[in-house]
């Protein structure tokens, strides 16, 4: 009976050995995987430290960002790949004609997703270009916004009303970027055709001097206002303009705080910012008006 208990015994263990041999080495390749990755996260988490303290210009910290998040990716994407690829085989799944499969898959998805190919290979050249980084704000595909996140397929914008928009890299195919190296307030503003416009002129400097010397603005302020001069004569206003050099981002609130500190200052001054307006002139004809006033009533039959 004890014999026989231990030949069921020994029959189990070898039953089982292979299923527990296969399963130990699907763990260890689980385990090898996560800490491949985490190595890999490390590394490259050194290498923007790294670079990071080396760059100066918030420019490039954004770039160096922007591709951190691109190799993040990647790594994850490939070491998830080989890493079920040897399972597969541990499984006793021949991978070669899967392999083979994708291989003809892939080429039926070429011709058949040839955006999808293209996602790729555009959003690889606009990381390598640095056309646009994490953080920017830009014009793309009749889009606006900020770039919250750029892989290398899409591109993730968010704009002014909170509205997010998912853009393909295949359809980006002129860039606006709004936040490169610096940027300009320009200022426009109309006054009546009476009004002296050296004064008007006169008055912008002042006010930009002024915002310039204040601690809030004073740092967004690169140089002083650029006169432009007139920039238009229309119906009901002259358009004069100036433009002011900013950081990146910075050319909206400086713009919103000079039109309010110059719309006090053209109040001081009595300069009247016009309304649109239209005269009408009806002309008339004198030789049918003095007709008119000749012509003898006709009375009515009974």
Known sequence: ?????????????????????????VLAIIIVAWLLYQFIHRLIQQFRIFMALKTQGTEEIKRIETLTRVFRYTATVAITVIAGMLILTELGMSI?????????????????????????????????????????????????????EITLRYMRLRDGEGAVHYIPNSLVTTVTNRTRDFAYAVIDIGIDYKENIDDVLDIMRAV????????????????????DGVEKLGDSAVTLRGR????PLEQWSVKREFLKRLKAALDVHNVEIPLPHMTLRVAQDKDRTSQANNVVPIPKGD
Not at 244 to 247: A, V
């Open 208 to 227: 930009s001097r002024d915002l310039r010397n204040t601690p809030d603005f004073g740092p967004k302020i690169l140089t002083d206002i650029e006169i």
């Open 1 to 25: 009976m004890q014999s026989l208990i231990e030949s069921l015994s020994v029959g189990a263990w070898q039953h089982w050995m292979p299923a527990l041999k296969t399963t130990m080495r």
């Open 244 to 247: 002011i050099k900013t950081p």
């Open 96 to 148: 070669a004609p899967i392999l083979g499969a994708a291989g003809v898959v892939g080429v039926a998805v070429g011709f058949g997703a040839q955006s999808l190919v293209k996602d790729y290979f555009t959003g690889l050249f606009l990381l390598l270009e640095n056309q646009i980084r994490q953080g920017d704000v830009v014009d793309v595909a009749g889009k606006s916004g900020e770039v919250e």
